[in-house]
């Protein structure tokens, strides 16, 4: 972070946006104009348009006594990028909106921004367009992605069939249990947006809560693969959430087993170090942006041996509800705590 | 207003979006899946896609002390759209993320949401998606409208020529005015967003103020009378910011006529009683979302008795530099001011 301090109110909203946006090469082939006008212009190709918009606040998505500002932007982008990820689009571009205070500095901002063109850069997607404004407090990031999948290509959370096999790509739990660590270390840190929190040790666990990243490869590998998932949906909000959500949509009812959850050593490690059960973690804890998705049996030879997709259940009947079947054979019923219900009063 | 008060806390976010999105019709060829999915899924038909997105947030864009939710609800939607009519484009689509403090009820969301579902309905646009959160202080809004130009339809700020026609829609100022007269009603309201501004008297520009329209009719006069504006941009911050920026993006100068503007004679009054000057209104006063565009001489003919344009001055060489002739004919440099500066300390 740069020692100096420039006020917003000495660049003014144009002059941000200037200041901000001057140094954006595009790259899609689905962009025809980015910034700077009253919209922009892109165009699909033939193909069809998938868009998606999410809003981070301060205070209830993020913490900026140890979310960095550099990682707070990337991570916004990101979140969005695997929302078209989860349609099965390939994403193209982004709009930024920020509202915040002045006790954000110019420097402050273009910390942000520069988070936000990192994953930009990584994820090959245009920042086509955007806002800002002064808010009265607070930092609240709006961002909207636009992705692009042939006809026939997009998978909804609605069409899962009966049998279907429950997949999960990578492993679960280890973003939460990195806010554990943060919330923890919280103490040490002062309450100012500068302010770069000490990153060292923990490190697989702290970079899922700080740096995730969109499954974009996984969208590439079911080309690789020759299959189409009937359904998907990526994990923002805790496994069991998703899977409920997957279930309700398609009109189905699911099983779950607790051992086939793929949960990390080192997660694992630091629930256990917490008294938290590594479990719960996965199902409730959220924020993973990995992608839960249905495919047929007849395709499990072909993600059988893939490393990244792990089969953790099937769909059924919605008269059979949702089971989560546990490592001792002990079946309960799969609710949904989520993020924050699991966070408590606090 | 209802009598009744719902904690937001009482639905939950997914209850909340759930509960504010079941009415939602889809009406456009172009919408293929609206929410409740991770993203929405747009057919372009081949058009290019026109993208734009824009930020409202409490105690900078709007004052809830006067105005009414529903009011302002369906104005976030019409800035958005203006901005595309802007472009020249047909809107429709939008994604409307929220963020909000638990001061805000269930009831006053679905204000919000009925001003904006009503703009929807008005401008044959869907909601296709959003997102909402709850926030530590404050109601931020935040837009984003997609519409759709065949190749080569679309109008930018940069592509006016030499000697090209100035022309604007409407008239000017009004909005300014309503919010005069707004902020000396202030005082009788209580702080509290279910409090609605008694808007007897001075009607036109209050209305202007708090239920502004998007000028899609001018979109299709363009068709209608044959003609393609050279350059184009909506009046969001007021006359002389707008045509700056034009002359400035096209690298050209300008000339203005001061007894050209057009100007309502409520506006006029309104600015005389104020001790104001009413061309200073216009010029600076801002949110009267009419559009200010080119047009080449040669197409004098079939705008000169559209009664909705009015052509206000030229484009000329950079060199000249942007000027203002007073109605005495006295000559000076224009400057944009804008609405804030206007606004002065308060």
Redesign the interface.
Known sequence: MSETRTELSELGEFGLIRHLTSTISLSSPHT??GV?????????K?K??????????????FDLSYMPLMHLGYKAVVVNIS??C??N?TPA?I?????MSNRFSVEAVEELYAGMLKACEVYNVDL???????????L?I?I????YAD?GE?I???TAKDKDLLVVTGDLGGAYMGLQILEREKSVFVDAPQIQPDLAGHDYILERQLKPEARVDVIRAFKELGIKPTS???ISDGLSSEILHLAH?SGLGSVLYEEKIPIDHTTYDTAREFELDPTMCALSGGEDYELLFTVSQDDYEKIRNHPDMTVIGYMTDQAAGNQLIAKNGHVTELKAQGWNAMKGED
């Open positions: 025809k104009l700077g006008d009253d919209g922009a212009i892109l165009d699909s033939g069809q348009v998938v868009i998606s918009t999410d809003l981070l606040t301060e205070g209830i998505h929302d078209l989860a349609m689009a571009q709009l930024v909106s920020i509202s086509v367009g955007g806002d800002t404004s002064a808010s009265a407090a607070g609240v709006s909207t992605a636009v992705g006809e997009t909804l959370r609605s998907m949906i990526d949509d």
